[in-house]
């Protein structure tokens, strides 16, 4: 059977939105822009008390709408999918937009490869006026993941460079198989589930290009308009990375997939650390302990075949001072771990750090 045409692949292209009108309409006339023969725009409102409802009657015809009771992302991302029959789908916030050859260029991917279950793109971060920052989402300095992940994101999901919702495009097939998103634990950021479990689905590649515009408003609700520690949006990511975590094992083991005991990751380690030193009280995992959490560190930094020795070193060492720092340094330390911008200097020399070789360490314990 010969391989699809791009032009004959469908991409449905599913808006979610809640009191975004200010931006809804520049995120569905970017959808429907799109230079791709075949796309469908569904746009879903979640339960906005803005306006939003009265600016998508300027649409009515040109675009599927549905409206809901608000019920968080993932309630309105689980909505489109009922509507949607696309063989690709991409998940657009209605406070960002695509750049018009987005559906195509996904489109393509997936057609030249049959094995794909995800294709992401990078971001290009805009203000609130829709200016460009000069930045792109993941950073330029990171390798772009590509290929077979399972074991990367078995071993560790969360230091992957990934994109965030409007940044991918998903086989619909994938998605279906992990349907519906859990809505009690992803009233935001639904892509920790629906980015990291494609990925155990079929094969992820990564396009060069900027294929979305990511705009950092001030209202975003999970995005900091500057890169400041927030404690709060921290216990915030611990919370998605441990839901998605117990997600990932469960669909690891009904696939049959080989996984370590318990799924960690460098940067989730890292948050929870930081949160136990800086706001003990308020720390969302009650077992978690200094000694535990550098235990926890080390073993998932030897799991992190994507990395060299150096960097390896980098991050014990890391581990070890913010365990012991007065909580002053201890802040500091965080922010140069969590905010790239804060460490421009360094970022060449890690980035060349990392390793290319791709290869799985022989233990993941």
Known sequence: MSAPDAADLAVDIVISNHNYAEFLGDAIESARRQTHPEVRVIVVDDGSTDGSRERLRDYEGEVEIVLKENGGQA?????GMERAGGDVVIFLDADDSLEPDAARQAAHAFAADPRLAKVQFRMAVLDAAGRPTGVTKPTAYLGAPAGDMRASELAFPFDLPWSATSGNAFRQTALRRILPIPEREYRLCADWYVVHMTALLGDVATLEEVGANHRVHGRNNYEREHPQLDLARIRDTIGYADATSGSLAR???????????????????????????????????????????????????????????????AFVAWFLAVAVAPKPLVRRLAELFLFPERRASLNPMLGRLRRDDGEPAAEVA
């Open 251 to 313: 669909l690891a083991d009904e696939l049959g997939l080989e996984r370590p005991e318990r799924i960690l990751a460098v940067s989730e380690v890292a948050n929870r650390l930081i949160s136990l030193r800086l706001d003990p009280a308020r720390h969302p995992l009650p077992g978690d302990t200094r000694r535990g959490l550098v235990a926890d560190g080390l073993r998932a930094v030897r799991r992190r075949f994507d990395v060299s020795w150096p960097m390896k070193l």
């Open 75 to 79: 309630s309105a991302l689980n909505a």
